[in-house]
């Protein structure tokens, strides 16, 4: 199986500032990355497909870079909605893998 | 727009089978995969694995023993049963498309709750 490592697992931050996410993954996945946002109680949302998307309906201060086993998910400017948890998924191979999260919360 | 919900009995036996059925509306079921994801409370996502319409599955190596997926292209469904289910895999249960055009599971049902406790 590939293994998705995020960093970090929590991450305080304020209102306005940017924010980068790490996922590496543990062989080569070409651009085959997603990143997702889910808050309490409900089901993760579709951000970032293939490392660099921007999933329709998606505010633009979301974006993705990377390509290979290094990938970032940058939010430019947060805003109140955005304090979630982060998950990063690998649709190169099957199984699916996720990374473990990375907690979001307010400063 | 396409929407999931899943459905099923919220209590299961251990050493019993658990079986959940996820509905799909507002789209054709057919030429995608599905897959079935799982969360325990407060940890991260678990895939355990998909079906396409055609009926051909890939299942998560750490649970295939006990999975099995079919589809019903007729009542656009797809089901999920994992049998000698145990305390661990009691857990929030979701279903998703698999986008083709990006890999990306793009729409997720709202999930359901399945505890294994006798």
């Known amino acids: 199986d590939i293994q998705m490592t995020q960093s970090p697992s929590s991450l305080s931050a304020s209102v306005g500032d940017r924010v980068t996410i790490t996922c590496r993954a543990s062989?080569?996945?070409?651009?085959?990355l997603n990143w997702y946002q889910q808050k309490p109680g409900k089901a993760p949302n579709l951000l970032i497909y293939?490392?660099?998307s921007l999933q329709s309906g998606v505010p633009s201060r979301f974006s993705g870079s990377g390509s290979g086993t290094d990938f970032t998910l940058t939010i430019s400017s947060l805003e109140p909605e955005d304090f979630a948890t982060y998950y990063c998924?690998?649709?190169?191979?099957?199984?699916?893998?996720f990374g473990q999260g990375t907690k979001l919360e307010i400063k | 727009q396409v929407q999931l919900q899943e459905s099923g009995p919220g209590l299961v036996k251990p050493s019993e089978t658990l079986s959940l059925t996820c509905n799909v509306s507002?789209?054709?079921?057919?030429?995608?995969?599905w897959s079935w994801i799982r969360q325990p409370a407060g940890k991260g996502l678990e895939w355990i694995g998909r079906?396409?319409?055609?009926?051909?599955?890939n299942y998560n190596p750490s649970l295939k023993s006990r999975v099995t997926m079919s589809v019903d292209t007729s009542k656009n469904q797809f089901s999920l049963k994992l049998n000698s289910v145990t305390a661990a895999d009691t857990a929030m249960y979701y279903c998703?498309?698999?986008?083709?055009?990006?890999?990306?599971?793009?729409?997720w049902g709202q999930g359901t709750l399945v505890t294994v406790s006798s």
């Open positions: 998703a498309r698999d986008a083709s055009y990006s890999r990306a599971f793009d729409y």
């Open positions: 507002g789209g054709s079921i057919s030429s995608y995969y």
């Open positions: 079906i396409y319409s055609s009926g051909s599955t």
């Open positions: 062989q080569t996945i070409s651009n085959y």
């Open positions: 293939a490392a660099s």
């Open positions: 998924l690998q649709s190169y191979t099957t199984p699916r893998t």
